[in-house]
């Protein structure tokens, strides 16, 4: 098959012809119709991952067709369209009996802990876990937009950060996650502040329905950019996301909250970049809660796939530029800041 392939951390990736992969006895192989460009991926080729081996495969967001079935596996036959969480969970420990797949303690994922999905080939292990049907009426792009972006979002909006009609969100970071936080927010019936430091994010932020925009500079202070997100609300916002991951972004949204508010960590922060200064005199005064998101459970996908498939959810929106295998290489190694979602087209 055909890959995009690194060879070392920091380079370039190319494409190759490589090996096709070995079908798992209780797993599957998918052929890939499309696949999201991630800043997850960006952190896989920067070597903030401990668990990939070199050469490496990058790519978590997928969706295509059912291209080959493991002996141990039922329910699932060759052609079916799904996708997967990008966590794939074993199904047998103790959060996995608890139905939270995402946190599995012995899971793997794609583009990660093995090769991933820029590719024309990618591995779903455990299919009985983590194979996700898609329906009639949610094409393969807007399934790749889904991803782990989307699909995080909507766990981190609606299960994790509790978000009420009628509540204030702010969204610190309008990439691919953001975006789909302020799509998701409205959705659920809350006014939204969205924040970024590009003026093209906050443009498409507002086109999504975000109430207001906070428009911040690099280096900006934290508590300031949180003191100017308060300024568009009453008294503060119920629930504030850190969609990027950075020291900056997570101390403003802390700083954002009201009294009793909640703070949903969303944006990886690796500890290869240092641990970020939280303002925790902000958290014990106000009585915050901070809290983390990682990706969502294959058993949250229907009631998601069901508003997309109803139009009440629109993630195929956010996509905003189509590209090959081969531009995905350059594209990843560059991290250039970009308003939407790139979807790779193997």
Known sequence: MRAVVFDAFGSVPSVREVADPLCPPDGVVVRVEATGLCRSDWHALAGHDPDIVLPHVPGHEFAGRVAQVGAQVG?????????????????????????????????????????????????????AVNLVALPDGVDAVTAAALGCRFATAFRAVIEVGRTQLGETVAVHGCGGVGLSAVMIARA????????????????????????????????????EVGARVR??????????????????????????????????????????????GVPMHLVVAGELEVLG??????????RLLAMVESGRLRPGDLVTTRIGLEAAGPALAQQAPSSGVTVIIP
Do not use: K
Request: charged share 15%; glycine share 12%.
């Open 293 to 302: 998101s990682h990706g969502m459970s294959s058993r949250s996908y229907p």
């Open 75 to 127: 329910g699932w036959a060759v052609g079916d369209r799904v996708t997967a969480p990008f966590v794939n969970a074993c199904g047998e420990c103790a959060q996995c009996r608890d139905g939270d797949h995402q946190v599995c303690a012995r899971q793997t994922q794609p583009g990660f802990s093995r090769w991933g999905s820029y590719a024309e080939l990618v591995v779903v292990e455990r299919a």
């Open 231 to 276: 300024a568009e609300t009453v008294a503060g916002v119920e629930v504030s996301l850190d969609a990027y991951g950075s020291a900056a972004t997570c101390a403003a949204s802390i700083a954002s909250l009201r009294p009793r508010g909640r703070h949903v960590q969303v944006g990886l922060l690796p500890a290869v970049l240092g641990w970020p």
């Open 188 to 223: 659920a019936g809350a006014r939204v502040v969205a924040v970024d430091v590009s003026a093209g994010a906050l443009a498409l932020a507002r086109q999504l329905g975000a109430d207001a925009c906070v428009q911040t500079e690099p280096g900006a202070d934290p508590i």
